[in-house]
């Protein structure tokens, strides 16, 4: 019964429109008199219309806004009565950008994952269709990925088929209404994105009654068992009213680790990921994991008095061990500043806290401390 023109137009943000509605005679007696305008269900101001003739009822929009809804917004044109006459789909939008920053990653050397951002400004209130495309580098011919959102709503897997020792080119296309847009080429080798899950198992527990360690355990990813490459560990951990992560770097490819220099009486948050390394020989390392699940754990409290609680300082004025207890002391503040992941730190700073207690211990016996902790009292010369 009516006809609306332009039918179904597409606009940068910013532009203007003058449509129109022109009515047909049915129903009797519709006029452009009697017509009226909705936007999205919602009725327009009459001072943005005008009629041109009997029939024809036209509507101006300036400085267009990006569409409400990616599927276009609905122009309608309506009879006296509320009834629909005719209606038009309003595209408003940008141009998609070029795609950036992306990466990929494969967890088996068979398959690839890839994200990516959709450009500067992102957000084109059209829709806009990702395409990952992907080739060998030197022959062959572009290949689409087809299983998209796999990882986010940028993303796609490509599960197999992918050679290995020879590079891929891989990009994405965007395309909408208003143009199209390409990213960079990147180029890659699977064996230089490989990753693993998370390790898995990973548990936390006290060193015995230390109060400023403890000790972290966990499981290598199943992955490292299937192929031939070994893998490093990073451990980062908080305490329980904290958001700042510290991390050690140093734990190579042991499966445990001893945290030191830690606070007493303290709930811990640790996680643990992983980086493949030495595939097939390659020096190159993998890409890191996931961090795992956070696994808590309290240090003991210490049992010591603070500052200013009577604690007993040990008797000054030795000349030959006041030297060698600062030396001590100084050692034992470096070691509770870092934390330390091989045998050899751990037997050697077990050594010193018994080596420490003995020399305490026969101290106090040098000193004639009985064991009630009282001092014995001095004997002269026997006549």
């Known amino acids: 019964t009516a006809v609306i023109s332009p039918q179904d137009p597409t606009l940068l943000i910013g532009s203007s429109l003058l449509a129109t509605c022109s009515v047909h005679g049915d129903p009797p007696g519709a006029t452009a008199e009697g017509l009226y305008w909705t936007l999205n269900g919602r009725r327009l101001p009459p001072e943005l219309s005008r009629v041109l003739n009997a029939s024809t009822l036209a509507l101006a929009l300036a400085n267009l806004n990006g569409s409400r809804q990616q599927s276009g917004d609905n122009l309608v044109c309506h009879a006296r009565d509320g009834s629909i006459l005719a209606g038009s789909c309003l595209y408003v939008g940008l141009p998609p950008e070029k795609p950036v920053n992306i990466s990929c990653w494969s967890k088996n050397m068979k398959d690839l994952t890839c994200r990516?951002?959709?450009?500067?400004?992102?957000?084109?209130?059209?829709?806009?269709?990702?395409?990952?495309?992907?080739?060998?580098?030197?022959?062959?011919?572009?290949?689409?990925?087809?299983?998209?959102?796999?990882?986010?709503?940028?993303?796609?897997?490509?599960?197999?088929?992918?050679?290995?020792?020879?590079?891929?080119?891989?990009?994405?296309?965007?395309?909408?209404?208003?143009?199209?847009?390409?990213?960079?080429?990147?180029?890659?080798?699977?064996?230089?994105?490989?990753?693993?899950?998370?390790?898995?198992?990973?548990?936390?527990?006290?060193?015995?009654?230390?109060?400023?360690?403890?000790?972290?355990?966990?499981?290598?990813?199943?992955?490292?068992?299937?192929?031939?490459?070994?893998?490093?560990?990073?451990?980062?951990?908080?305490?329980?009213?904290?958001?700042?992560?510290?991390v050690v770097d140093d734990v190579s490819n042991q499966t445990s680790c001893r945290l030191a220099g830690l606070k007493p009486g303290t709930v811990?948050?640790?996680?643990?990921?992983?980086?493949?390394?030495?595939?097939?020989?390659?020096?190159?390392?993998?890409?890191?994991?996931?961090?795992?699940?956070?696994?808590?754990?309290?240090?003991?409290?210490?049992?010591?008095?603070?500052?200013?609680?009577?604690?007993?300082?040990?008797?000054?004025?030795?000349?030959?061990?006041?030297?060698?207890?600062?030396?001590?002391k100084q050692f034992l503040g470096w070691l509770k500043k870092h934390a330390y992941c091989s045998n050899l730190s751990f037997r050697l700073y077990d050594q010193w806290r018994a080596w420490m207690q003995k020399s305490h211990k026969t101290r106090n016996q040098d000193e004639g401390i009985l064991p009630s902790g009282r001092r014995g009292t001095a004997r002269g010369p026997a006549r």
């Open 268 to 328: 811990y948050f640790v996680q643990v990921r992983c980086n493949p390394f030495g595939i097939y020989g390659s020096k190159k390392a993998g890409i890191w994991s996931e961090w795992s699940h956070p696994t808590a754990a309290s240090t003991p409290r210490s049992e010591r008095p603070g500052p200013g609680g009577g604690a007993c300082e040990p008797r000054g004025g030795e000349p030959s061990s006041g030297p060698v207890r600062r030396e001590l």
């Open 116 to 246: 990516w951002t959709p450009g500067a400004h992102g957000e084109t209130f059209l829709h806009t269709n990702y395409s990952l495309k992907y080739k060998l580098r030197w022959y062959g011919q572009d290949n689409t990925c087809e299983e998209y959102h796999t990882v986010g709503p940028h993303s796609c897997h490509i599960p197999k088929d992918l050679a290995l020792f020879t590079p891929y080119e891989i990009w994405v296309e965007a395309t909408n209404r208003l143009g199209s847009a390409r990213s960079d080429v990147l180029t890659l080798d699977i064996l230089d994105v490989v990753t693993t899950d998370p390790p898995p198992d990973v548990h936390v527990s006290r060193v015995g009654g230390l109060e400023d360690q403890l000790s972290v355990r966990w499981v290598s990813p199943p992955a490292l068992k299937d192929f031939l490459f070994q893998a490093k560990y990073q451990i980062r951990y908080r305490v329980e009213d904290s958001v700042d992560w510290k």
